[in-house]
């Protein structure tokens, strides 16, 4: 994990379009921080983006059994509660950087399917899912929502992370996320109103290093209103509260603040 976090921070100086990115993102995120702190954040949040390397190839390549007591887990009668509706569940999660290694400790306890971004190279592609189907599955491609439906339907789980941009071709909606302007995916709304089930949201946290994990259950999300672009704001806001509690161990590599088309885009 020493070793992670030293390429951590090799990261942050090798790849300027992402650490660029990072710091746009925190600033928008946290207008209130000096330079000074914005940079320190974001060195924090490398750190941790190493240590999820070095926890990913130990899922790959090792024995993950030392890892399982590493994990303490709360409120996970609000997971099983969810597990024995009929309606199928949704485990909700905003992308922190434990999410690898903790995929590893849930899939192998509960019957939960995820879905995933295939990336753009079809060889690193089929890697992935093939190392990530040994502790997961079925694993299911974002953009088919027609199989997490049916997942849904057939009272199973889906592990989603709706918090990255979506264009509008693809189902991006107008919401804000730290007040800023954004395109947020529709899909979990879309699902509830489809299949009337449940969401459990989800924080995994890395604690003393990499030293232990903590994987903390919520009670099921309650929608104050039915309508679609309600409830993903809901969502949005929802994730926002997660994130200013762990502010250095989500993932601000990517450029989640792509306004609405007509709004100024922040990374131009």
Not at 209 to 225: D, M, R, T
């Amino acid at each position: 994990m020493r070793l992670g976090r030293g390429l951590g921070l090799t990261l942050y100086w090798l790849i300027p379009k992402r650490r660029k990115a990072t710091l746009i993102n925190l600033n928008l995120a946290f207008p209130e921080l000096s330079d000074q702190q914005r940079i320190a954040r974001a060195k924090a949040v490398y750190k941790h983006v190493g240590m999820a390397i070095i926890e990913t190839a130990w899922m790959w390549f090792r024995d993950t059994k030392e890892l399982e007591s590493r994990f303490t887990v709360s409120g996970e009668q609000h997971l099983n509660n969810a597990l024995n509706s009929e309606n199928g569940m949704i485990l909700l999660q905003a992308h922190f950087s434990a999410l690898e290694v903790t995929g590893g400790y849930l899939g192998p306890r509960w019957p939960i399917g995820a879905v995933f971004d295939p990336p753009k190279n079809p060889m690193i592609a089929e890697w992935l899912l093939a190392q990530r189907q040994r502790k997961i599955s079925p694993l299911i491609d974002n953009k088919n929502i027609r199989d997490m439906i049916r997942q849904l339907k057939n009272g199973q789980a889906v592990w989603y992370s709706p918090d990255q941009c979506v264009s509008a071709t693809q189902g991006g909606i107008p919401t804000h996320y730290f007040n800023q302007p954004v395109l947020t995916s529709n899909g979990t709304a879309r699902m509830v109103r489809m299949t009337k089930a449940t969401i459990i949201p989800m924080i995994p946290t890395r604690h003393h290093n990499g030293k232990s994990y903590h994987i903390a259950f919520f009670k099921p999300v309650e929608f104050e209103q039915d309508d679609e672009l309600s409830r993903t704001q809901a969502i949005n806001d929802l994730f926002e509260e997660q994130v200013k509690h762990y502010p250095e161990q989500y993932l601000w590599l990517h450029k989640r603040f792509k306004p609405p088309q007509g709004e100024s885009n922040p990374y131009a």
